[in-house]
């Protein structure tokens, strides 16, 4: 299986700062990488598509990049209801997996 | 608005068996696949079965292969998991998540909960 680290798996920033987390594969996965943001007590919401590309409704603030192994999700000027957890996922190869997640604090 | 509701979760014992719903709204459930992912308490996320939209391509996690079985019915636009021989390990949310193309999940549901215990 292709496994994927996160990092840092938790950090704490104040509200309008820069924030970048990092994931990288233990393998090249191209472009296949999927970022969710997780919120206490909800199922996952879909942020981020082929390492780079943003969902439809998905703020703006939010961006990826990266290809090959190593994948960086960056928000650009962080808001409250950002508090979360997100999770980095890889689709180029059964099974797909995920981080183990990164927390992010006010 | 695409929705997602997952039901059938509770406390099993060891070596029982659980079926878990998950009714969709809101898309046409028909043309899409549907997965499984679970998230045992604290933990992160683990992708554990799919099933294509005609259920003709089917897939588990190595962790369930024989003991789980993935089924949908298309007329009801739901989407089912048996889940037999249950271990303590197998303790988890159970979230169902559409399949937007090649595991890509777009949506999810709020999960339901899973305890394996004595």
């Known amino acids: 299986d292709i496994q994927m680290t996160q990092s840092p798996s938790s950090l704490s920033a104040s509200v309008g700062d820069r924030v970048t987390i990092t994931c990288q594969a233990s393998?090249?996965?191209?472009?296949?990488l999927n970022w969710y943001q997780q919120k206490p007590g909800k199922g996952p919401k879909f942020l981020i598509y082929?390492?780079?590309n943003l969902e439809t409704g998905a703020p703006s603030r939010f961006s990826g990049s990266g290809s090959g192994t190593a994948f960086t999700f960056t928000i650009s000027s962080l808001q409250p209801e950002d508090v979360a957890t997100y999770y980095c996922?890889?689709?180029?190869?059964?099974?797909?997996?995920f981080g183990q997640g990164t927390r992010l604090e006010i | 608005e695409v929705q997602l509701v997952e039901s059938g979760g509770g406390l099993v014992q060891p070596g029982g068996s659980l079926r878990l719903s998950c009714a969709a709204s809101?898309?046409?459930?028909?043309?899409?696949?549907m997965n499984w992912v679970r998230q045992a308490p604290g933990k992160g996320l683990e992708w554990v079965s799919y099933?294509?939209?005609?259920?003709?391509?089917?897939h588990y996690a190595d962790s369930v292969k024989g003991r789980f079985t993935i089924s949908r019915d298309n007329a009801k636009n739901s989407l089912y998991l048996q889940m037999n021989s249950l271990r303590a390990e197998d303790t988890a949310v159970y979230y169902c998540?559409?399949?937007?193309?090649?595991?890509?999940?777009?949506?999810w549901g709020q999960g339901t909960l899973v305890t394996v215990s004595s």
């Open positions: 996922q890889q689709y180029d190869a059964l099974p797909p997996t």
């Open positions: 082929d390492a780079s």
């Open positions: 809101g898309f046409t459930f028909s043309g899409y696949g």
């Open positions: 099933s294509s939209s005609d259920s003709g391509t089917i």
């Open positions: 393998q090249d996965i191209g472009y296949y």
């Open positions: 998540a559409r399949d937007s193309h090649n595991w890509v999940f777009d949506s």
